[in-house]
């Protein structure tokens, strides 16, 4: 099983600055198969980024993923309100797909 | 393009449950599609998935308790659980994964389509 383990925990920021957010694996994982997804409190997870570097659909572009083997980010590049959430990445290439432990964005 | 889950709710240790999660816009059966739990105040946990053969694989936390099964006509994805425990407390999702095809292969990209969730407490 790929363990995914991201950094920082938490990472506290005003709105306007820039969020960078690391997931790294525990052995390779193809660039297809790392997706991001976004949380709020109470809502379901969204998916952000797939294949590491690709947004979904209708995902702003201030989000960017970016990374290949073992090491991958999430960028945001000007933070706004309704970007304070948790962010978990996932690796879908290999059963199980495992997720991160997530990553709070909270307004500093 | 919605999924919407139900059959939630509170059962003793050992007691059973099935959740249901209706789609609407796209076919279940045309799809592989999973469950994933999140415990309270924790992360994700995928925990199966049933492709568009009807094939399903499970999380070893789940193997052999829980059943993942499609009704096609109802178009409605299922999760039977039996001999629940208190670790399986949780909000239950069901998702759709994203997968795009080439030739005779395909990439899976992640899950794009959620339900709201379902939450289940396992107690005495």
């Known amino acids: 099983e790929i363990a995914l383990t991201q950094s920082p925990g938490t990472l506290s920021l005003s709105p306007g600055e820039r969020a960078t957010l690391s997931c790294r694996a525990s052995q390779s994982v193809s660039s297809s198969y790392l997706a991001w997804y976004q949380q709020k409190p109470g809502q379901a997870p969204r998916l952000l980024i797939y294949g590491a570097s690709s947004r979904a659909t209708g995902i702003p572009d201030r989000f960017s993923g970016s990374g290949s083997g073992t090491d991958f980010t999430l960028t945001i590049s000007r933070l706004e309100p309704e970007d304070f959430a948790v962010y978990y990445c996932?690796?879908?290439?290999?059963?199980?797909?495992?997720f991160g432990q997530g990553t709070k964005v909270e307004i500093k | 393009v919605q999924l919407v889950e139900s059959g939630g709710g509170l059962v003793q240790p050992g007691g059973s449950l099935r959740l249901s999660c209706a789609a609407s816009g796209f076919k279940v059966s045309n799809n592989y599609m999973s469950w994933v739990r999140q415990a309270p105040g924790k992360g994700l946990e995928w925990i199966s998935v049933?492709?568009?053969?009807?094939?399903?694989y499970y999380a070893d936390s789940v193997k052999g308790r829980f059943t993942i099964s499609r009704h096609n006509s109802k178009n409605t994805l299922y999760l039977q659980m039996n001999s629940l425990r208190a670790e399986d407390t949780a909000v239950y999702y069901c998702?759709?994964?994203?997968?795009?095809?080439?030739?005779?292969?395909?990439?899976?990209?992640?899950?794009?389509?959620w339900g709201q969730g379902t939450t289940v407490t396992v107690s005495s």
């Open positions: 998702a759709r994964q994203f997968r795009y095809y080439y030739g005779s292969g395909s990439i899976d990209y992640g899950m794009d389509v």
């Open positions: 049933i492709n568009s053969a009807g094939n399903t």
């Open positions: 996932q690796q879908c290439g290999s059963s199980p797909g495992t």
